[in-house]
């Protein structure tokens, strides 16, 4: 399929993926690619546009990623941003220095929107600013077309035809008042994209890809009921009905009715046409963790075990023409396959590749995706909204939120807690909504209950109680990489207190987590 396409040439800098996501909020599709990458390639994709990105390095320093100036006379326009556009100058002849005074922050910045590139935008707003260079010198032909206090080529263009930009400031973050459009209008103006890339020509152009693709397969999936797994298994299903075999390893370790939900959906319901099989396989999980307390063992316990239920019910199923996978683009662009910013997470997901199950190839068709545009097609594609909305969950599941060994019983008080302190920070997030007209500004990212291995005296009646403490957590974060405790009201908490110590034997105490990531991390091991 021939689709309009812009480039993102990644130079390390941490909003890289944003600024493809604006692109694509523009209805542009949009792909980020490495400095690195040839020259050659660029031009064979024919991109309508191509934005060069930010990142950490000073450009005239020894070994700092750079481009050649070639780049800049494929013919489409281009767009440096920050340290892409200090690349820009200096590459064609312009001086980049460290600045007198450093930007950083929300500032206030003069734009000439006589320029098409600020077209319907205010003659004055505020910007988000990371720099401690300068573009000192434009590079011949360009001019200044707009400027802060601070910074006098706050964006150049050409004063020739030449359909070259270059912004000192990060459009891509919601802190740039008018970002949004100014990234619209370069994809649509200057770029000329039609903008015809939306979430249902995604659905219709990968179900036609799909079926192309697999022809009469047959095709093989580890269902989790995590978001990007399950909105695969329903797209497969409208591709390929019965020629999918999910497979969905209930390993006890999750959500409280979340094995039985999944179920439903994809089994019982009869919603999806497909073949969907539920392995039981709590008992051979707690029998393998049993005694197990060191928290890298039990997540490799966890991982390899998943491997082994999973390949002996692939061995029923026999031959397998493809394995579906759920890999999505940040996967990629982390895995340092697409972009530059290699924010590499240990590989955190359950099992590796089941290398033993007989199949020809793999397939990953939400790999260009990003997390809200599949959650856009979960939607599309009829899943409900509980599930296309869910929070993360750790493919080890409650096996790292009970600390220490687990059992069938600490299992059961985590999950009853978590369902209980769940719902109330859901009630209490609805009804700050309805009162409020929107979001809580306490409004988590992740919420749930752990299990501390402590057990402390307590009363209860009047009953000497010994019993476990409760843990609950709740985060801000925007990339999970780093967050901070959100400031759930007290009173929630005190209701969460009262409600899980009355209704989960086993409990007399919850506590609070409040630290934030780092020193901690989100989960508990
Ligand atoms: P941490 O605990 O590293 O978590 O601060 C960051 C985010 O990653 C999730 N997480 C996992 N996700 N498999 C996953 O699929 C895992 O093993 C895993 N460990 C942590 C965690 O829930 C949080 O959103």
Redesign the pocket.
């Known amino acids: 399929m021939d689709k309009e396409l812009i480039l993102v040439i990644d130079f390390g800098g941490q909003y890289n993926q944003l600024v493809a996501r604006r692109v694509r909020e523009s209805n542009v599709y949009c792909e980020i690619y490495s400095y690195r990458t040839d020259i050659a390639k660029i031009r064979a994709m024919n991109p309508k546009g191509i934005i060069l990105t930010g990142g950490p390095n000073s450009v005239y320093e020894e070994g700092a990623p750079t481009c050649t100036k070639e780049l800049f006379e494929i013919g489409c326009p281009v767009l440096g941003l920050c340290y892409g556009a200090q690349l820009m100058q200096f590459v064609l002849g312009g001086t980049v220095e460290k600045a007198p005074v450093r930007e950083y922050g929300k500032t206030a910045t003069n734009f000439d929107t006589t320029n098409e590139l600020f077209a319907g935008i205010p003659e004055q707003s505020i910007v988000w600013m990371s720099h401690n260079d300068y573009i000192s010198k434009s590079a011949p032909g360009f001019k200044s077309i707009a400027n802060t206090a601070d910074c006098p080529y706050a964006a150049l263009a050409t004063e020739d035809e030449r359909p070259l930009y270059a912004i000192q400031f990060h459009p891509e973050v919601l802190h740039t008042e008018y970002g949004k459009e100014i990234l619209f209008n370069f994809a649509r103006k200057i770029c000329n994209c039609s903008g015809d890339w939306r979430m249902d020509s995604f659905v219709e152009n990968a179900i036609s890809e799909i079926r192309a693709k697999v022809g009469e397969g047959k095709v093989l999936l580890a269902l989790s009921g ?1 978001v990007d797994s399950s909105v695969l298994a329903a797209l497969l299903a409208k591709a390929i009905g019965k020629q999918l075999t999910c497979v969905f390893v209930d390993h006890g370790l999750l959500r409280k009715n979340e094995g039985d939900e999944v179920e439903e959906i994809f089994g019982k319901s009869g919603r999806f046409d497909v073949n969907f099989v539920r392995v039981n396989a709590q008992e051979r999980y707690y029998g393998k963790l049993a005694g197990v307390t060191e928290p890298e063992r039990k ?1 490799k316990i966890i991982g390899e075990e998943f491997i082994r239920v999973f390949e002996e019910e692939a061995k029923k199923i026999g031959t397998v023409d493809f394995l579906a996978q759920g890999t999505i683009y940040p996967d990629v662009v982390e895995s340092g396959l697409g972009g530059e910013s290699a924010v590499i ?1 240990s590989h ?3 099992g590796g590749l089941p290398d033993y199950v007989d199949f020809k190839e793999i397939i990953e068709p939400l790999r260009n995706l990003f997390k809200d545009e599949v959650r856009k097609a979960g939607l599309e594609l009829g899943l409900p909204e509980f599930l296309v909305y869910r929070q ?5 599941g409650l096996g ?1 939120r009970i600390i220490g060994d687990v059992t069938a019983e600490k299992v059961r008080i985590v999950q009853d807690a978590d369902y209980i302190y769940r719902e109330e920070v859901d009630r209490a997030l609805a009804e700050y909504k309805k009162e409020h007209g929107e979001d809580a500004p306490w409004m988590p990212n ?1 919420y749930f209950a752990a299990l501390s291995n402590m057990r402390s005296v307590g009363v209860m009646g009047d009953e000497r109680t010994y019993d476990y403490a409760v843990v609950v957590r709740a985060v801000r974060t925007i990339d ?1 990489m780093t ?1 901070e405790a959100a400031q759930i009201p007290f009173n929630v908490l005190q209701t969460v207190m009262s409600r899980v110590i009355n209704e989960v034997p086993g409990v007399n105490r919850v506590l609070f987590d409040c630290t934030s ?1 780092p020193p901690g ?3 508990l091991e």
């Open positions: 995590g997540r997470k955190h997901n359950v993360p969950f750790p493919g080890p790292i992740q999970f967050a990531k991390t989100i989960e």
